[in-house]
Each structure stands twice: as structure tokens, then as C-alpha cells.
């Protein structure tokens, strides 16, 4: 079921009716599609959510696109769904939504999955990202579209061997947004910065990298994991930035461990299951 977003609340895709909700964080170029390969892949526990991030396929785009009001936007799409709290999986800029929801709304939050991304945009003072956003944006300026660009970002981000449906994906995800929802999103991306609230994560959490990620490197996410109370870290050794649609099968199996090792925590916890 695909529902509409609104004004308000982003456009999303269910699948499933599980007790448990898993909420999908797309990046800077995906759509509700990006995590197709993980629909249904961890059992019939589970409801999954994929939205389109605000400005994204059919969701409206926001006033002003920063972080907090993208945390809000993903709260929404709880409530449109009557979920208490989710499992929430973000991927590179997506992680850094899910990031802002744990400082905004960790009580909604069953556990956290972070995929490809960093706690903070770049090298700390403006001088780098000036300069990111102006070379980003070069191409924009010059009439090109997403689409033009897809094809050499998306080969830029892979590492090896991934999965050609995979790598299709991506260009297709990316081929479908628009200029001003990308420039929105790029104006957004280099403004965010989470570092000193990491140590504030109370949720169980896992951290998945790409061997071959230069966009979010592994000794990143694996300084990030440290920072994390209690969190896992998991490299995928063949993976590039899009470690879940690169390795579906690999990202798969970590997730699916994650979440069946919180089904023990909470028999052992509680001497029975708890949902969202």
C-alpha cells in the first residue's frame, strides 16, 4: 500500500502487518524504493515503512528543509500510522535524519539501525562545505537535472561487485528527483552536525559500513559505534556507500541477527515479547 503525503505528513509505502514497525530512511538520492531488497526479509514480525523523504517522490516539500524539521516530518508518518515506536533504519543522509530523531523523539524509537552515514557533514568550520555545495551545485546551475548526474554519482558510490538490480535502482531513485528537491536537500545535508549527542543514543543500535565507502568511511562509523553506548558495528567488506542495495544479502543477515537478538533481550527481559 502506497499512501499519499500531504501538506504534513511524507508519502509513504506499507508492506506487512507484523506487530513491529521498521521505519526506512532513504539518502540524499532515494526514494521510498531504496530499500525494496529489505521489505520482508526479517520474517512476518515486521510492518515496513519506506517513505519518501519531504520534496521526495510524492512528498510535499517543506517550508524550510533542515534536520529537526525532517525528524518531525518521520514522527509524522509514526503517528499518520498509529505506531507507538519504530525500528528506525537510515541510510547516509537518512541516517542523519534518524540521528536527529534520537536527540528529538528517542521515545519513539525502538532500536536504531545506521547505515552509511557520519555524525557530522564534513570537516568541522564552513570553508569545506562552501566549497562542496558550490561544486555540487555547479552542475545544477548549468541546466543539468539529477538524472543527467545519476549515472556517474551512483558509479562513484559502489563498491565491488555489487548488485546490478541494485545499481539500476540507484540511478532510477536518483533519476526521479527533481533539482529544487535536490538542492533543498544539499543546502540541508551540510549543515548537520550530531557529534556531541551521540553518547546520548539509548537504544539498541547497529552501525553497518562499506568496506569500500569513501562517502562515509568505515573508521568513521566505527569511531561513530564507539561513541554510541553499547552499540554494534558490522563492516561489509565488498560494499560501497549503498551497502544495501550493493550486498542485499549481507546487509540482510546483519539486520535480520540485530533484530532477532532484540527478540532474546526482550524474552530476557521481560519473560515475553514486546511490541510497538
Known amino acids: 500500500m502506497t499512501q499519499l503525503g500531504d501538506m504534513l505528513t511524507p508519502a509513504y509505502r506499507k508492506v506487512g502487518d507484523g506487530p513491529e514497525t521498521i521505519l526506512y530512511l532513504h539518502g540524499i538520492g532515494g526514494d521510498r524504493t531504496s ?3 529489505q521489505i520482508g526479509a526479517f520474517g512476518p514480525g515486521f510492518t515496513h515503512v519506506a517513505w519518501d523523504m519531504p520534496g521526495y517522490g510524492d512528498s510535499a516539500p517543506l517550508p524550510d528543509m533542515t534536520f529537526g524539521a525532517l525528524a518531525d516530518a518521520a514522527l509524522r508518518v509514526l503517528n499518520d500510522l498509529g505506531t507507538n515506536a519504530a525500528h528506525i533504519v537510515g541510510h547516509s543522509m537518512g541516517g542523519m535524519v ?4 534520537a536527540v528529538l523523539h528517542q521515545d519513539r524509537m525502538r532500536s536504531l539501525v545506521l547505515s ?3 555524525p557530522a557533514f564534513g570537516k568541522p568550520g564552513g570553508d569545506w562545505q562552501e566549497k562542496f555545495l558550490a ?4 552542475p545544477l546551475d548549468e541546466g543539468k537535472t539529477p538524472a543527467d548526474l545519476a549515472p556517474t554519482i551512483v558509479n562513484a558510490l559502489i563498491g565491488d561487485d555489487p548488485s546490478p538490480d541494485g545499481v539500476r535502482a540507484a540511478v532510477a531513485s536518483m533519476s526521479r528527483i527533481t533539482p529544487d528537491a535536490y538542492r533543498a536537500a544539499l543546502t540541508c545535508l551540510v549543515q548537520f552536525d550530531r557529534r556531541d549527542t551521540l553518547g546520548d543514543i539509548a537504544v539498541p543500535t547497529i552501525l553497518v559500513s562499506g568496506a569500500r565507502d569513501e562517502t562515509a568511511p568505515p573508521k568513521v562509523m566505527e569511531r561513530m559505534a564507539a561513541a554510541i553506548p553499547n552499540a554494534q558495528y558490522i563492516c561489509l567488506e565488498a560494499a560501497g556507500h549503498l551497502a544495501n542495495l550493493e550486498q542485499p544479502a549481507a546487509f540482510n543477515a546483519a539486520l535480520s541477527e540485530f533484530f532477532s537478538n532484540l527478540d532474546a533481550r526482550n524474552e ?6 514486546t511490541h510497538a
Do not use: I, L, P, V
Not at 534518524?98 to 530523531?101: H, L, R
Not at 530476557?268 to 515479547?273: E, K, S, V
Open 35 to 37: 530499500f525494496d531488497a
Open 98 to 101: 534518524a540521528q536527529e530523531m
Open 116 to 118: 552509511g552515514t557520519s
Open 135 to 138: 561544486a555540487r551545485m555547479k
Open 268 to 273: 530476557a527481559d521481560h519473560g515475553f515479547r
